[in-house]
C-alpha cells in the first residue's frame, strides 16, 4: 500500500521478532528513573503496553508496507546464517499466507497488556508476568516470522514455558494440574516433531522452508514422506488441538487467566495450524496425501464432539463452565480449520486460514467477555451464573416449570451492553454471514465438495456432509448459552446490576469487534492475500 | 662422549614434545607442588593452596592455546611403524579442554565448601588428589595405546575414591567411597583382562595397531579378540555410569562433599566416554556391528533409568536435590552415549562422535552451574532437599534465574538455547545413522526429564515456606555462577562454538 524501502522492511520484521524478548529482558531490570511510574507494579505493566504497542506499530507498518499485488512472494526477508554445524539459518519472511497471523498476534497481544494494565492479574509479582507475556509473543511470533525448521521448532518450544507459568501462576482453580498437563502433551507432541523435522532436513539435505517448498517434495521419497508427516503432524496436531489429542485444551483454558486463555485460544493454537499449511502441504505433499482423509475424518469427529460437549455442557444443571465451553467450541472451530487443510484445495486452504484468523479474532473476544464476567460475578459456573443470586431460589412445585424456562443470568438487563458483546460473539462464533466466522467454515466445507485429485471424493463429501451438521449443532449450544446467560428475568427482591463495560474494555474489545464485523463484510482484504500465496504453495513452493 | 653413543643414545632417550603433554604435565605438577607446600604452611594460611590449584589449572588449560593446531604427537614408535603413544589432535584438545574447564570450576566450587568444613576435610590432601585426577583425566583422551588409557583410567579414578571419602568421622562419605571404590576396581579388572585378551590376539597395544590386526587375527584366537572387545569396553560403561553399572551414583554424589559430586558428574563422565569413543572408534571400527547395537541398547537403558530414578525422587526427602542431580547425570549419560552408538551404523564414525563432545561441553558447563547453586543453597539448608529451593527466587532472584536457566538447558527447552541445540545434534545423529528407535526412546525420555526439571524450576518461584533465609554468595562460588552462567548465555547466542564439533571430525 505505501512504498516502505526493502531494507526498512526488513529492521522492522527483526524488530517484531526480537522485539518482545529485548523487552522481556528489561521488563526484569528496575525500571529507570523517570520510568518508574506510581508503583514497580504499574510500571512494568506500562512497560508491557509500550512494547507491544511499539511491535504491533511495527507489524501493522509491515503490513501496509507488504506488497500486496505479490503477496505469494516472501518478503522483508532476512538470511544470516546461523549455526553452520546444524545448517540453521536465521531466515526470515512474510508473505500472505503469514502476515494476517503476525499481524493477528500483535494485536491481541497489545490488547492483552493493556487489559491487563487496567486490570492487573491476580496473583504474585506483574514482572514475571509481563515477562512472560512478552517472552509468549516472541516465540508466536518468531513461529510466523521463520522460514527454517529448526529455528521453527525454537519458535514452537518458546511459548512452552512462558504459557505453563502463566498458567500454574496466575490461573485459577486446578491450575496446576491443567499446566502440566498443557505442557507434557505439547511436548511430548513437539519432540516427535522434531524427529520428522530432523528426518526432512537430513533426507533433503536443507531445513529452509522456502528451498523445500520449492522442491515439493521431489527430493524426499514417499517413505520418508508418511513418516515425516506421520511424527510431525502428531506434533502439530496436538497444539491445534485435533480430536482425540485435545484433552489438554479445556483444562488449560478453564484454568488460565484470561490473558493466557485470550492468547491461547487467539494465537497459540495457530500455530498448529500455520505448521499444518506451511510445512506439510509444500514439503511432503505425497505423505500428506496419505494422511489427507484421515486428517479429515479426525478433524469432522472433533467438530461434532467439541458441539456434543458443549450442548452438554450448555445443559441445565450439567455444571458446566463457560471458560470450558468456548474451550470445547474451538476443538470444533480448528475441525473446520484442518478439515480445510485437509482438502489439499485452494478453497479449502484459503478457507482454513480464514477461519484461523476469524477464530482468534472471536475466541479471544468471547474469553474476553468471559474473563470480565467472572470479575463481576465471581464464577463462570453457567448453573451458578443462572441464579441471578444466591437467595434467589426456584419457585416451589407446581409453579416449577416456568420458572425454570424464565432462569437466566439476564445479563441484558443487568449489564446491557456486556450482554449485547456476549450474545455478538456468540452469534459470530456459530457463523453467522456477514461475521468473520462465516466464510471460513463455509469454504474449508465448499473444498470438502470438491477434494484435489487423489483424495477419495465420497469420503470428503461425508465429511462435508458431517461438518454441516456440525454448523447446526455448534448453533444451538451457542444460542442456548446466549439464552442463559444474557436472558431471563431479573430477580424482583433483590435487583443486583452489575458494572457494565469500562472504558479500558471498550479499548481492548472494539477493535476484536470492528475486525470481525470488517473480515465477514469484506473477506477480499484477507483472502486477496492468502490466494496466491496459497495457489503457489500447493502448486510447488514460494518464490 | 664418544660419537658412537649418539645414535643409541637417541634411540634409547625419545626426543619429548614437552609442548604437546604440557597440560597434564602442569596440572600433575601442580599437584605435587600442592602437596608438598602443604607441610610448610601454617593453618591460617591453607587457602593460599586453592589459589595455587586454580592457577595451576589455569596455566594447564592455557597451554592448549599453542597447540590449537591439533598436529603433534609424541612418544611415537620409530620411524616405519609411525604409532604414537600421545596424540595431542583435535579430540583430544577439546576433552582436555572440558576437563581442565570442570576441574577448575569444581576447584572454585571447593574453595568455600573447604573452608565451611575446615576442620573436617584436610586441605593439602584434598587439593592433591583433586590435582592429580584431573591430571590423570586430562592424560586420558591423548593416549592412543591401551596400557596408558588404563594408566590414565586409575590416575583419574583412584584420587576420586580417596575424595568421595575424605571426610572425616562421616560414615556415610566412607561407605560412599567403599561403594565406588569396590564397584569401580571390578570394572577396571574386567577392563584388564579384556584388554590382555585383545593383546594377546593381536600382538599390540597401540589403538591405530589394533584396529588393522583385529581384522586379521587367526581363527583359533577370533573368539578370544571378540572377548576382549566386549570386557574393554565394559570398564569404559561403568566410568560413565551406564546401566547396570550405574548403581554407585546416588549414593556417591550424596556421600561425597559437594563439589566433588559436580566433578564425577562432569570430569569422570568425560573420562568414562572419551575412553570409550576411542576404544570403539579407534581402536575397534571393524567391530562396529557388535558395539554398535550394544551401545544402542546401553544408551536406551541408561537414559530410561536414570530419568525414572529422578522421577522418583520426592522433594521432602534429605538430600533430594543431590540425589535429582545424580539420577539426572545417568539420564544424561544416555544421551551421550547416543552418537557414540550412531557411530556404529555411520559410514564416517568418527564425525559421528562430535555430538557427544558437544553435548559434553554443554552438559559440563551448565551442570557445573546448576551444582555450584546446590553448593550454595546447601551452605545454610544442609539437608539439601529439593523443598528447601522452594522461594529462592523471592531471596536471592539472579541466582533463581541462573538455576532456572541451568535447569531448561539440561532439560533442552527454551530460553535454554544451547541444550536444546545439541540435543538436536544428538537426535539427528541418531535420525542420520538410522536409528529411528533411539530417538523416539530419547524423545520419550527428554518429556520424562523435562517433568523433574521444570517442577524443580516451578519451585524456584513459589511463595518460600517460613522465614525465607537468605543465602550468601563467597566470591569463589560467585566466580563459579557467572562462569558457567556466562558460558550458557554465550553459547544459547551462539551455539555454533560448540556445535562445530558435531559438524567436522575431530581426528
Given amino acids: 500500500m505505501i512504498d516502505i524501502n526493502e531494507s526498512v522492511m526488513r529492521i522492522l520484521l527483526a524488530l517484531v521478532v526480537a522485539g518482545p524478548l529485548l523487552g522481556a529482558a528489561t521488563a526484569l531490570l528496575p525500571a529507570p528513573p523517570g520510568l518508574r511510574g506510581r508503583s514497580p507494579a504499574q510500571a512494568v505493566l506500562r512497560h508491557g503496553v509500550t512494547v507491544t504497542g511499539v511491535i504491533l506499530v511495527a507489524a501493522v507498518a509491515l503490513a501496509l508496507g507488504f506488497d500486496h499485488d505479490h503477496p505469494s512472494k516472501m518478503q522483508a526477508t532476512t538470511d544470516i546464517s546461523w549455526i553452520p554445524a546444524l545448517d540453521v539459518r536465521i531466515h526470515l519472511g512474510i508473505d500472505g499466507i503469514s502476515l494476517p497471523l503476525l499481524v493477528l498476534t500483535a494485536l491481541l497481544a497489545f490488547l492483552c497488556a493493556l487489559y491487563s494494565y487496567f486490570k492487573p492479574p491476580s496473583g504474585p509479582s506483574p514482572k514475571a508476568f509481563v515477562a512472560l507475556l512478552l517472552l509468549l509473543e516472541t516465540g508466536t511470533l518468531a513461529t510466523f516470522a521463520v522460514l527454517d525448521l529448526v529455528l521453527f521448532f525454537l519458535a514452537f518450544e518458546t511459548v512452552l514455558i512462558p504459557m505453563y507459568f502463566l498458567i500454574a501462576r496466575w490461573g485459577g482453580e486446578d491450575r496446576t494440574r491443567a499446566a502440566w498437563k498443557f505442557i507434557l502433551f505439547t511436548l511430548l507432541g513437539s519432540v516427535v516433531m522434531l524427529l520428522g523435522l530432523l528426518l526432512i532436513g537430513i533426507k533433503a539435505g536443507t531445513f529452509d522452508m522456502v528451498a523445500l517448498a520449492t522442491d515439493n517434495g521431489r527430493s524426499l521419497t514417499t517413505s520418508v514422506q508418511v513418516i515425516a508427516v506421520l511424527a510431525i503432524g502428531v506434533g502439530l496436531a496436538v497444539k491445534t488441538p485435533m480430536w482425540p489429542l485435545h484433552s489438554w485444551l479445556p483444562d488449560a483454558h478453564t484454568a488460565a487467566p484470561t490473558v493466557g486463555s485470550v492468547l491461547l485460544a487467539g494465537v497459540l493454537l495457530k500455530m498448529g495450524t500455520y505448521g499444518f499449511v506451511r510445512i506439510l502441504l509444500p514439503v511432503a505433499p505425497d505423505g500428506f496425501r496419505t494422511f489427507a482423509p484421515y486428517l479429515a475424518a479426525f478433524a469432522v469427529v472433533g467438530i461434532v464432539y467439541g458441539s456434543l460437549a458443549c450442548l452438554a455442557l450448555a445443559k441445565q444443571g450439567a455444571k458446566g463452565d463457560l471458560k470450558r465451553l468456548i474451550a470445547y467450541s474451538s476443538v470444533g472451530h480448528m475441525g473446520f480449520v484442518l478439515l480445510g487443510i485437509a482438502t489439499m484445495t485452494p478453497t479449502g486452504v484459503n478457507g482454513a486460514l480464514f477461519a484461523n484468523i476469524a477464530h482468534g479474532l472471536i475466541t479471544g473476544l468471547l474469553f474476553f467477555l468471559v474473563g470480565a464476567l467472572k470479575d463481576r460475578t465471581g464464577t463462570t459456573d453457567l448453573d451458578t451464573l443462572c441464579l441471578p443470586s444466591p437467595d434467589h431460589r426456584p419457585a416451589p412445585s407446581g409453579t416449577a416449570a416456568p420458572t425454570a424456562s424464565l432462569a437466566g443470568a439476564a445479563l441484558y438487563a443487568r449489564a446491557p451492553r456486556l450482554g449485547g458483546l456476549l450474545a455478538f460473539g456468540a452469534v459470530a462464533s456459530l457463523g453467522l454471514p456477514g461475521l468473520a466466522g462465516f466464510w471460513g467454515e463455509m469454504l474449508a466445507l465448499f473444498g470438502s465438495f470438491s477434494p484435489a485429485a487423489g483424495l477419495s471424493r465420497p469420503a470428503f463429501l461425508t465429511y462435508m456432509a458431517i461438518g454441516a451438521f456440525g454448523t447446526l449443532l455448534t448453533a444451538a449450544y451457542m444460542l442456548i448459552v446466549v439464552r442463559r446467560v444474557c436472558m431471563g428475568a431479573v430477580p424482583q427482591q433483590t435487583p443486583t446490576t452489575l458494572a457494565d463495560v469500562h472504558g479500558y474494555e471498550f479499548a481492548a474489545w472494539t477493535p476484536l469487534v470492528t475486525l470481525t464485523v470488517l473480515a465477514g463484510l469484506w473477506p477480499r482484504a484477507l483472502l486477496g492475500l492468502t490466494d496466491p500465496a496459497v495457489q503457489q504453495l500447493l502448486a510447488g513452493g514460494t518464490r | ?507
Avoid at chain 2, 593452596?49 to 614408535?77: I, N
Avoid at chain 2, 532472584?397 to 532456572?404: E, G, Q, S
Fill in chain 2, 1 to 507: 662422549m664418544s660419537a658412537p653413543a649418539q645414535p643409541l643414545a637417541q634411540s634409547l632417550v625419545q626426543s619429548v614434545d614437552w609442548l604437546a603433554i604440557a597440560p597434564p604435565t602442569i596440572a600433575a605438577v601442580a599437584a605435587l607442588a600442592v602437596l608438598v607446600a602443604d607441610l610448610f604452611l601454617p593453618e591460617s594460611r591453607k587457602p593460599l593452596l586453592g589459589w595455587t590449584s586454580v592457577a595451576g589449572l589455569t596455566a594447564a588449560a592455557l597451554m592448549l592455546l599453542p597447540l590449537l593446531d591439533g598436529d603433534r604427537s609424541t612418544f611415537c614408535l620409530p620411524a616405519p611403524a609411525r604409532a604414537c603413544s600421545y596424540t595431542a589432535d583435535h579430540f583430544t584438545l577439546v576433552v582436555q579442554f572440558l576437563v581442565l574447564g570442570g576441574a577448575l570450576l569444581t576447584a572454585l566450587l571447593s574453595m568455600t565448601s573447604l573452608g565451611d568444613e575446615r576442620r573436617r576435610i584436610p586441605a593439602g590432601e584434598y587439593w592433591f588428589l583433586l590435582l592429580s585426577s584431573a591430571a590423570g583425566a586430562a592424560l586420558l583422551p591423548a593416549s592412543r595405546d591401551l596400557a596408558t588409557l588404563v594408566v590414565a583410567l586409575e590416575v583419574a579414578s583412584l584420587p576420586a575414591f580417596a575424595l568421595v571419602g575424605i571426610r572425616h568421622g562421616d560414615r556415610r562419605s566412607s561407605e560412599a567411597a567403599l561403594k565406588f571404590f569396590l564397584s569401580s576396581v571390578t570394572a577396571t579388572a574386567v577392563t584388564l583382562l579384556g584388554i590382555s585378551f585383545v593383546y594377546a590376539s593381536t600382538g599390540t597395544l597401540y589403538l591405530t595397531q589394533v584396529a588393522q590386526r583385529v581384522q586379521h587375527v587367526d581363527g583359533q584366537l577370533h573368539t578370544l579378540a571378540q572377548t576382549g572387545v566386549v570386557l574393554t569396553l565394559v570398564g569404559f560403561a561403568f566410568k560413565t555410569a551406564a546401566v547396570p553399572f550405574h548403581f554407585w551414583v546416588p549414593d556417591t554424589y550424596v556421600g561425597a562433599p559437594l563439589p566433588i559430586a559436580a566433578y564425577l558428574s562432569v570430569v569422570g563422565k568425560a573420562v568414562g566416554f572419551s575412553g570409550l569413543i576411542l576404544v570403539t572408534v579407534v581402536a575397534f571400527p571393524s567391530y562396529a556391528d557388535a558395539w554398535g547395537p550394544a551401545l544402542a541398547a546401553l544408551a536406551a537403558l541408561t537414559m530410561t533409568v536414570g530419568n525414572a530414578g529422578a522421577l522418583r525422587q520426592r522433594a521432602t526427602r534429605a538430600y533430594s536435590a543431590v540425589r535429582l542431580l545424580a539420577w539426572s547425570s545417568v539420564g544424561q549419560a544416555g544421551y551421550l552415549l547416543v552418537p557414540i552408538a550412531a557411530a556404529g551404523y555411520s559410514e564416517d564414525p568418527r564425525k559421528a562422535i562430535g555430538s557427544t563432545v558437544a553435548y559434553a561441553l554443554m552438559y559440563a558447563a551448565v551442570n557445573l552451574g546448576a551444582f555450584a547453586v546446590a553448593a550454595l543453597v546447601g551452605r545454610t539448608k544442609s539437608l539439601n532437599r529439593l523443598s528447601d529451593y522452594r522461594g529462592l527466587y523471592g531471596t536471592n532472584p539472579v541466582t533463581a534465574l541462573l538455576l532456572a536457566f541451568f535447569l531448561l538447558c539440561l532439560a533442552g527447552l527454551p530460553p535454554g538455547v544451547i541444550g536444546l541445540f545439541a540435543k538436536v545434534t544428538v537426535f539427528s545423529a541418531a535420525v542420520d545413522a538410522g536409528l529411528g528407535w533411539l530417538a523416539v526412546v530419547m524423545a520419550v525420555n527428554v518429556v520424562i526429564a523435562l517433568f523433574y526439571y521444570l517442577q524443580w524450576t516451578a519451585l524456584l518461584f513459589r511463595a518460600p515456606e517460613g522465614a525465607p533465609a537468605r543465602h550468601r554468595l563467597p566470591a569463589p562460588l560467585t566466580a563459579a555462577l557467572a562462569l558457567t552462567g556466562a558460558l550458557g548465555v554465550v553459547l544459547s547466542g551462539a551455539p555454533q562454538l560448540v556445535l562445530r564439533f558435531a559438524a567436522t571430525g575431530l581426528f
